[in-house]
């Protein structure tokens, strides 16, 4: 069920706490802020990460090193390869060796991103 409320002076329309949309049931839930996943897009692995904003960034989930799947560190919020260590933020950019060039960003498809766009988040009810 919808409500709609004042929010910093626009009329927001949001889920009452604990419902989702039909749209958002149908899709599954979003990435956590915080936490990423590696999908495939166009038979190949793209690395998807959820920025505190709820902001998607999607890179290619292969180490350019050796090309080793890479696996998200969610402790240190990078992605890193099992096969050497190299590590990558989560923009791309090399963060540590041996790997000496970033990751390619990727675009993900409307598809893609809907799936994996968190849900929007629920303001709190005054009753």
């Known amino acids: 069920m ?23 049931k149908q899709r599954g839930p979003g990435l ?3 936490h990423a996943k590696v999908v ?23 180490c350019t090193h050796l090309d080793w799947k890479l696996e998200f560190d969610v402790e ?10 190299a590590r990558f933020a989560t923009d791309g950019a090399v963060l540590a060796g041996p790997a000496t060039d970033p990751l390619a960003v990727v675009q993900l ?12 988040p629920e303001l709190p009810t005054n009753h």
């Open 2 to 24: 919808k409500i709609t409320r004042l929010v910093d002076g626009a009329i927001r329309s949001v889920l009452r706490p604990g419902a989702r949309s039909a749209a958002a």
């Open 32 to 34: 956590l802020p915080g």
């Open 40 to 62: 495939e897009s166009d038979g190949k692995p793209v690395g998807v990460y959820c920025d505190a904003g709820g902001r998607l960034q999607a890179v290619t989930a292969i």
């Open 76 to 85: 240190s919020r990078a992605w890193a390869c099992p096969r050497h260590g």
């Open 109 to 120: 498809s409307d598809q893609l991103r809907k799936r994996l766009q968190p849900d929007p």
